[in-house]
T-cell receptor
């Protein structure tokens, strides 16, 4: 897990809270990704950054706001979430887009 | 829209058995196909990546094949072990502009019994 790290690993928040998920990659990669994994559904791509530029915003609600300050760090800012947003949020990175993606351990989010 | 289907959804086998996991995709214009492993509550580990021009890739006891024209891939696991128990996910990237977007199947939950 030292390649891509995510914090926190678990998060419980109320619908009025604001929180942020953090992802850091130590692989020297240039692309980073956020995915959502809900029970009994395939992984869904949320956001893609390449060289710190967002290249994909996959119809994600505005209550999820990504930030990529540099090629090693990626954040997902959360506000006024809904219970259906409870899921495992996975971060990944790759040397370039379309190459093998390396995943972090995920943040298990519960929205009450 | 690319759709990825994995069959079976769950599989239970005794230790030592050879097994095959199946993946099918609806759009054959893929850039590459990847197989991942996911342990409960954990992230994904990339197992094998097959480029669209390749027919198969091997790593240890794992062998993945790709038949683009029929939209199918298989993951063969030889001499299965209890440590192989996990969910196996297949994902494809389409050729063309969005060649970063992995489309995943729902996975096959594998249990290898000692």
């Amino acid at each position: 897990e030292t390649g891509v790290t995510q914090t926190p690993r678990h998060l419980v928040m109320g619908m009025t809270n604001k929180k942020s998920l953090k992802c850091e990659q130590h692989l020297g990669h240039n692309a980073m990704y956020w995915y959502k994994q809900s029970a009994k559904k395939p992984l869904e791509l949320m956001f893609v950054y390449s060289l710190e530029e967002r290249v994909e915003n996959n119809s994600v609600p505005s209550r999820f706001s990504p930030e990529c300050p540099n090629s090693s760090h990626l954040f997902l800012h959360l506000h006024t979430l809904q219970p259906e947003d409870s899921a495992l949020y996975l971060c990944a990175s790759s040397q370039r887009v379309s190459e093998t993606q390396y995943f972090g351990p995920g943040t298990r989010l519960l929205v009450l | 829209k690319q759709e990825v289907t994995q069959i079976p959804a769950a599989l239970s086998v005794p230790e030592g058995e050879n097994l095959v996991l199946n993946c099918s995709f609806t759009d054959s214009a893929i850039y590459n196909l990847q197989w991942f492993r996911q342990d409960p509550g954990k992230g994904l580990t990339s197992l094998l990546l097959i480029q669209s021009s390749q027919r198969e890739q091997t790593s240890g006891r794992l062998n993945a094949s790709l038949d683009k024209s029929s939209g199918r891939s298989t993951l063969y696991i030889a001499a299965s072990q209890p440590g192989d128990s996990a969910t196996y996910l297949c994902a494809v990237i389409l050729s063309g502009g969005s060649n970063y977007k992995l489309t995943f199947g729902k996975g096959t939950l594998l249990t290898v019994n000692p």
